[in-house]
């Protein structure tokens, strides 16, 4: 996992060939003005903006997930955001089957920390990182960047 603010993306292109075209989006386009929906922006790389009232984290970690295929690119757009973590390989108990479909494993464990994003702010995603997001009060916006794995 990684968190950082977007003035500092570049850190990270060299971490994945589409971490550069996936900031480059997010520089290039006026993400605050995004409607809600799922779009392709290039090979390998999806963008969903969410738009939806903040949950407590009660409510976000029945959603505790991560992903086989991909990385997600989490910029928090209108928060703050809080969000939910642990490491993939101290979870054990699955909450369901991986979706392939829809590229999602549940876990039912509780997570080791929580963290706060502020506007502007991201965090990397790997599939190590077992997390849940929507996390706050009032509404909260920000755009998900789905990064194939090679």
Not at 52 to 79: L, W, Y
Request: a negative charge.
């Amino acid at each position: 996992m990684i968190i950082d603010s977007v003035q500092n993306a570049a850190k990270y292109y060299s971490l994945h060939p589409n971490f550069k075209k996936a900031f480059d989006y997010i520089n290039q386009t006026d993400i605050a003005n995004l409607e809600e929906g799922a779009f392709e922006i290039a090979e390998g790389l999806k963008v969903i903006v969410i738009i939806g009232e903040g949950a407590t984290r009660e409510q976000s970690i029945k959603g505790f997930e991560c992903h086989d295929k991909n990385i997600d690119i989490q910029v928090v757009i209108k928060g703050p955001e809080t969000y939910a973590w642990k490491p993939r390989e101290k979870c054990v108990s699955p909450n369901g089957d991986y979706s392939d479909e829809r590229d999602v494993r549940f876990f039912h464990d509780k997570p080791d920390m929580f963290f706060e994003l502020q506007e502007k702010q991201f965090t990397i995603l790997f599939p190590e990182d077992v997390h849940a997001a929507m996390i706050g009060d009032g509404q909260l916006k920000k755009i998900v960047i789905k990064v194939k794995i090679n």
